[in-house]
């Protein structure tokens, strides 16, 4: 015995790293390798001796050169040639492992040959694809998908049918993948693929379950553009019970519950239910529900999961996919477990009572070891759950929520807030539960989660604003988060003076004036000024609060101060507050004097009243002022109202977080503080500058808005010319960007001509370019005048380039010909009423529509040849031009056609018109189009007539 362990202390002692070698450390036998004594070893590939007698020596010279390829030491054309030459010799060799080598490196060398030197091997591979080994036929399939092209695969094509009903499974499997993947390559191979589909069909009928699953695969693959092709194949596998693979039956599964998806959401689908729909409809719910039934619980589960995800299926036909989850959240296996808690839980958003007799099993998963099915457990419950459990559900949350990590806690945080906009009678004890949580241990995001919730709550739930300031007030106490502090503090000062007694909350926020750092102490500064701005009674104590930040160390938190206690000083000379006698009697029918400031109050207007647009507009908008010519030269007054309309410009993928975070509750400026840091600011290039660079242009005047380039012919053609349209109060200049692609000519005074009928619109002049090299783009502009007497109308204007050629030798630039004139066609251009219209938005678009009143409101009602409401709604607004508001710019996700949706524009007409808009998009039950109420309001009712108009 004690020999044997010392025999194992002398192997360990051969493999122990040395001490001073780092932890981990691996020494590999391919470490130190070197290109050029692989390629000296590779060599033996040519000695027919060598390949016989030492084949394990030749696997590893492959196994080295498959390392150095796939570590970056890439071997050049003639040495990757040399090589594969080499390695081609090795098929006289009958040595199994090493032939598996040597199909492996044809697969990973043969992108890097030249195709003429890869053709040599194919004759080797199709004498293998032809032999009786298995092996050795399964391999060769895999490595001739992977080399031949199209020409070769239809010398080949009747070997690989022969295949893929071959009675060997790896030989049918091999043909079928390496079919899948010649499908995918080029529209040449698929078809040929396309020609073998009575093959693939037979192979469906193969003992092998794997052979039936690439088969199923492939069909699919052949047949999936085709509708009725995919309906039928459907039908028939269904129907014929032939399938005895689960994997195949899964698939099988997939693609019904897709063909009935596509049946209701491209409008097809007949009544509400599908058993009652069409004949499709209700053979393939049947094929469902009998899949749940099926002794695999592969297939079970792939059927219920289809069936839950069915549009606007009917509690009746849900029932049996919910009965076999219920079993399967039981089941013993913890994977079988957490895909059914998954799917459950996914089908308690669209129908909770459906998954509410499953609360018994749900409750006992909250103990459950995994706690990825406990979480979900707990969130489906939330969702489920009666007004009656909540208590006890919570009790059961704390005890687990200490035990988690913060991302499974930041979910049930989201359920919790979900669950008190069902419940909100009770928002005291789900709030208070939060709160507890935010003196507890946790990170960053998750207590953010927590703010956030409580934040939305208020704004959803109002009940909620008094006990969730107090909760928030607490937790600010001793919160190391700077951002949560500084969120809070301004929920704070926008909602504190609000509530019944805004005393209570001066203590929280001074504290922090104190305590805390330079951040925290200024937006205390700030929010203390609204305290006093809003509430006269409590003006003389916070000034005197206010005073002691007169000499903070910090320059922001001393300027508010300073701004705050000289404006409050003001207001409390010019509007002293009065004290109403506490012994007087109070009158019955009076209503007490509520404590506001009155009108024309400077402290209210001053530290109150925003900005009427944001710091980065007025930022573009100051920029756009400064580089108009002459504008610093002006005596007239700089005013917002003076200052150029600058337009939106959202970023796509910053609007969609913002919409997918607004559900849950998150704070728009906190969001973009945290993606402002983690992006980096794009300089928007102002489209007029190449306007005010003309001085004739300049001339004009400012330019009010410029549109995004219009293509006016296509990318591959010759010339390309793109169009910029920058609009004037009386004019409209054409920006024309031509760009020669012709290598030999020189286009020279290139301008566009472009006529139309119209009433509105006359051109006035052009300027061409001058010279167009190959490879160039320059501008030509066309001015057309505006009859601001006629109201706005659309008009097509037929474009011509006109330019003269100069031939050119391509090498040396010189010129070879005399100029010569030509023409060349363009698509029309059109100046419609929402080239006129500046996207801007409004902070309020409640209070701005009221403000407009409805003295010039038009109403007009439209029938749009729309299928889907999302593309109503987008038309509707590229028709008007206008900014969406509010978050109504894009239908949330599921709700598209359940309900009428409300469309907020905003938008700034030639002139500084400010036109609001309300567009009802309502989806018609028959299918046959989209229905539009719309309503326009602005102070000309001219302009609120013409952009009414818009929509065709």
């Given at each position: 015995m004690n020999n044997l362990l010392s025999e194992v202390q002398n192997t360990l002692d051969k493999f122990k790293l040395e001490d001073d070698a780092p932890p981990g450390d691996y020494y590999s036998p391919y470490a130190n390798l070197e290109k050029a004594a692989v390629l000296q070893e590779a060599r033996c590939f040519h000695d027919p001796t060598a390949v016989r007698e030492n084949p394990r020596k030749c696997c590893t010279v492959i196994a080295q050169l498959l390392h150095l390829t796939n570590t970056g030491q890439y071997l050049n054309s003639a040495e990757a040639t040399e090589v594969f030459f080499g390695v081609t010799k090795l098929f006289m060799s009958d040595d199994a492992s090493l032939r598996r080598m040597v199909y492996l490196f044809i697969k990973d060398v043969a992108e890097t040959c030249d195709p003429d030197d890869v053709i040599i091997v194919t004759s080797s591979l199709t004498k293998d694809m032809t032999c009786d080994v298995d092996l050795y036929r399964a391999n060769a399939l895999r490595v001739l998908a992977r080399i031949v092209d199209a020409a070769m695969l239809g010398a080949i094509e009747r070997y690989v049918k022969q295949a893929?009903?071959?009675?060997?499974?790896?030989?049918?499997?091999?043909?079928?993948?390496?079919?899948?993947?010649?499908?995918?390559?080029?529209?040449?191979?698929?078809?040929?693929?396309?020609?073998?589909?009575?093959?693939?069909?037979?192979?469906?009928?193969?003992?092998?379950?794997?052979?039936?699953?690439h088969a199923m695969q492939l069909l699919y693959q052949i047949k999936k553009h085709d509708r009725l092709g995919m309906q039928k194949l459907v039908t028939q596998f269904s129907q014929r019970n032939t399938l005895k693979s689960p994997l195949a039956l899964v698939l099988l599964v997939?693609?019904?519950?897709?063909?009935?998806?596509?049946?209701?959401?491209?409008?097809?689908?007949?009544?509400?239910?599908?058993?009652?729909?069409?004949?499709?409809?209700?053979?393939?719910?049947?094929?469902?529900?009998?899949?749940?039934?099926?002794?695999?619980?592969?297939?079970?589960?792939?059927?219920?999961?289809?069936?839950?995800?069915?549009?606007?299926?009917?509690?009746?036909?849900?029932?049996?996919?919910?009965?076999?989850l219920q079993l399967f959240l039981s089941s013993p296996k913890p994977a079988v477990r957490f895909a059914a808690i998954k799917t459950v839980s996914q089908v308690a958003v669209g129908h909770p009572r459906m998954v509410s007799k499953c609360n018994e099993d749900l409750e006992g998963l909250i103990s459950d070891a995994n706690r990825s099915i406990a979480t979900l457990a707990i969130t489906t419950l939330l969702k489920t759950g009666s007004e009656n459990s909540i208590d006890r559900l919570l009790k059961q949350i704390s005890v687990f929520l200490s035990e988690i990590p913060d991302e499974y806690k930041i979910t049930?945080?989201?359920?919790?807030?979900?669950?008190?906009?069902?419940?909100?009678?009770?928002?005291?004890?789900?709030?208070?539960?939060?709160?507890?949580?935010?003196?507890?241990?946790?990170?960053?995001?998750?207590?953010?989660?927590?703010?956030?919730?409580?934040v939305s709550l208020i704004k959803q739930v109002p009940e909620t604003t008094e006990s969730s300031l107090l909760h928030l007030c607490e937790f600010i106490e001793d919160c190391e988060f700077t951002m949560l502090s500084t969120q809070i503090l301004h929920l704070l000062g926008e909602l504190g003076p609000g509530t019944p007694a805004p005393a209570r909350y001066i203590r929280f926020i001074y504290n922090r004036v104190i305590l805390e750092n330079s951040a925290v102490r200024a937006a205390a500064v700030a929010a203390l000024s609204k305290f006093a701005a809003r509430c006269p009674s409590l003006r003389t104590s916070i000034v005197?609060?206010?005073?002691?930040?007169?000499?903070?160390?910090?320059?922001?938190?001393?300027?508010?101060?300073?701004?705050?206690?000289?404006?409050?000083?003001?207001?409390?000379?010019?509007?002293?507050?009065?004290?109403?006698?506490?012994?007087?009697?109070?009158?019955?029918?009076?209503?007490?004097?509520?404590?506001?400031?009155?009108?024309?109050?400077?402290?209210?207007?001053?530290?109150?009243?925003?900005?009427?647009?944001?710091?980065?507009?007025?930022?573009?908008?100051?920029?756009a002022f400064v580089r108009a010519p002459a504008a610093l030269e002006s005596a007239e007054q700089l005013t917002f109202g003076a200052l150029p309309i600058v337009e939106e410009h959202e970023e796509p993928e910053l609007a969609n977080a913002a919409e997918a975070d607004e559900g849950m509750g998150v704070d728009a400026a906190l969001m973009a503080a945290v993606a402002g840091g983690e992006k980096e600011e794009k300089e928007i290039v102002d489209p007029a500058a190449a306007v005010y660079a003309i001085p004739e242009l300049a001339s004009l005047g400012r330019v009010f808005r410029s549109s995004i380039q219009t293509e006016l012919s296509e990318e591959e053609t010759e010339y390309v010319v793109r169009c910029i349209k920058h609009v004037m109060p009386e004019h409209i200049v054409l920006q024309f960007l031509i760009q020669n692609t012709v290598e030999d000519q020189r286009l020279v005074n290139c301008s566009v001509a472009i006529e139309g009928e119209s009433e509105c619109f006359e051109v006035a002049g052009e300027i061409s370019a001058e010279n167009i090299k190959y490879g160039e783009t320059v501008n030509a502009f066309t001015v057309v005048t505006r009859n601001p007497d006629v109201p706005l109308a659309p008009c097509n204007f037929e474009c011509v380039l006109r330019f003269g050629v100069i031939q050119v030798d391509p090498k040396s630039g010189e010129d070879e010909s005399d100029p010569f004139d030509e023409e060349y066609p363009l698509e029309e251009l059109e100046l419609a009423t929402s080239d006129f219209m500046a996207k801007v938005s409004v902070p309020d678009f409640r209070q701005g529509w009221e403000a407009v009143g409805n003295a010039n409101e038009v109403l007009e009602k439209f029938a749009l040849q729309f299928k889907k409401q999302d593309d109503a709604v987008a038309a509707v607004i590229d028709f008007l031009g206008m900014q969406p508001c509010d978050g109504t710019g894009h239908i949330k996700p599921g709700e598209g056609g359940k309900k009428p949706h409300m469309l907020h524009l905003s938008g700034v007409f030639v002139g500084g018109t400010q036109v609001l808009a309300r567009a009802q998009v309502a989806a018609q039950g028959d299918a046959s189009g989209v229905l539009l109420k719309i309503a326009v309001r602005s102070d000309d009712p001219t302009v609120s007539r013409m952009v009414a108009d818009c929509i065709r």
């Open positions: 893929v009903v071959d009675s060997s499974g790896q030989v049918s499997s091999a043909a079928l993948v390496s079919a899948t993947h010649l499908f995918e390559r080029n529209a040449e191979s698929a078809a040929i693929v396309k020609r073998w589909i009575s093959e693939t069909t037979e192979a469906t009928s193969s003992p092998n379950e794997m052979v039936q699953f997939r693609y019904t519950a897709k063909l009935l998806n596509d049946e209701v959401t491209e409008g097809r689908a007949s009544g509400t239910s599908f058993q009652n729909g069409s004949t499709f409809a209700r053979s393939g719910y049947a094929f469902l529900d009998a899949s749940l039934r099926h002794k695999s619980e592969m297939v079970v589960y792939e059927a219920a999961k289809a069936i839950c995800a069915l549009p606007n299926i009917e509690p009746q036909e849900l029932s049996p996919a919910v009965n076999v049930i945080v989201r359920s919790l807030q979900r669950l008190c906009l069902t419940y909100p009678a009770k928002h005291r004890v789900l709030v208070g539960f939060l709160s507890n949580f935010l003196r507890e241990e946790g990170g960053f995001d998750f207590k953010r989660s927590i703010v956030n919730s409580i005197t609060l206010l005073k002691r930040s007169l000499d903070d160390e910090d320059d922001e938190t001393r300027d508010r101060a300073s701004v705050a206690v000289s404006v409050l000083k003001d207001a409390m000379e010019e509007f002293p507050y009065v004290a109403p006698d506490e012994d007087a009697e109070p009158v019955p029918e009076e209503e007490p004097a509520q404590d506001v400031p009155q009108a024309g109050d400077p402290a209210a207007f001053v530290l109150l009243q925003g900005l009427p647009m944001s710091f980065d507009r007025l930022d573009r908008s100051l920029r």
